[in-house]
Nanobody, 122 residues
Framework: QVQLVESGGGLVQAGGSLRLSCAAS????????MGWFRQAPGKERDFVAA????????LYADSVKGRFTISRGNAKNTMYLQMNSLKPDDTAVYYCAADSARYTQARSYNYWGQGTQVTVSS
């Protein structure tokens, strides 16, 4: 079993920045994709960004391109999401996910964290 723990959420004013972290532990697969998703109240869980095991391949939702940057730590079992120029529309619970055959499809990820709240005030 794999455990994912997110941290770094909080309250920030529009235009500000936050950095989310995700740490994977337990019986992690040999190599695995990791991703960030978010869910606002009353809405579906949406893809935000994903990264390959090597870190060479990264994908972003159009809504966050140029503002968010996904990365992995040297140990590969950690992942980060640097969020800049935050907007009120970015307000959501952000989830870390791991081990998927497809980068952007939530249903294909096998492991999920508990989520961390990000609130952007106007």
């Amino acid at each position: 079993q794999v455990q994912l723990v997110e941290s770094g959420g909080g309250l920030v004013q529009a235009g500000g920045s936050l950095r989310l972290s995700c740490a994977a532990s337990g019986r992690t697969p040999g190599t695995y994709i990791m991703g960030w998703f978010r869910q606002a109240p009353g809405k579906e869980r949406d893809f935000v960004a994903a990264i390959s095991w090597s870190g060479i391949t990264t994908l972003y939702a159009d809504s966050v391109k140029g503002r968010f940057t996904i990365s992995r730590g040297n140990a590969k079992n950690t992942m980060y999401l640097q969020m800049n120029s935050l907007k009120p529309d970015d307000t959501a619970v952000y989830y870390c996910a791991a081990d998927s055959a497809r980068y952007t499809q939530a249903r294909s990820y096998n492991y999920w964290g508990q989520g961390t709240q990000v609130t952007v005030s106007s």
